[in-house]
């Protein structure tokens, strides 16, 4: 699969709780880097922001063991993956519009979400290797698509997109693809060409956002406006993969966490 260099080593299952806890499992077992779990559902899938995946057969689900070039720099490989993402989703859904990552790795294709990642380091017991998930709605029905709950963007599928079915093997060839091969690139030049790519693949890019910190949907008080949200044009990313915000005066800053929860076209 992969030209040169590190290539996957594929593990298929049916259903499993979640491929993040198959691939920590395997890591336990003394498996590493290369290593992706693919599977066809799963019942306990787990999304960022303490969210639950919704995992039904249809979708891709798949997590991949891999070593950030720093310790604890699980963000890079978002951003990698992210980037990954957005470059497959264009390449199988050559006709659709308006098909670009939000800040950090969310696919979007029409401003819905299609496919996410979660990044989780494994501990220093693993010399820093994290299991990087992604998760693509690719055949999963509209009825299917209303479980997913608490995202801003609303979701939405390739199906839904073309009216056509993908086979999986195919979208899983494309995606496992991309991302060695980005990841290739950045073991051997840093996250700087991964962050150039992701940005060409951002439409939020020159845009007024607003960024939400992390679990402010979890806090019942919450209230429209309070603190804990910021809106800024958005500039890009900076070489750590923080988002980097402009306010109206041109000060420029940078924000590790959070999730951009709307935007001013
Ligand atoms: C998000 O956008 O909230 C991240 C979603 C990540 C879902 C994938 S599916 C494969 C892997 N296993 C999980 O339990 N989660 C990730």
Partial sequence: MAPEGLAPKLHFFDTVDSTNNKAR???????????????????????RHRRVWHSPEGGLYLSAL????????ASDLSILAGAALAQSVKQLLPKSK???????????VGWKKVAGVLCEFLGEDYFNLCVVGIGINVNVADEELKKFQGNPFGATSFLGETGGQFPLDETAHIVVNKLFQLYRIYQTQGLAPIQYVWEKNCA????KVELRESGWRDNPSYKEGEVGATQGKMEGIDESGAIVL??????????LSGEITCYWP
């Fill in 66 to 73: 891999l070593y950030p070039r720093e310790k604890r720099r």
């Fill in 25 to 47: 499992e395997l890591a336990a077992d003394g498996g590493g880097e290369g290593i992706v779990v693919i599977a066809k559902s799963q019942t306990q899938g787990r999304g």
């Fill in 204 to 207: 939020f890019i020159g845009k």
């Fill in 246 to 255: 402009s306010n109206t005066t041109g000060e420029r800053h940078s924000y």
């Fill in 98 to 108: 308006d098909v670009t990552v939000k800040w950090p790795n969310d696919c979007l």
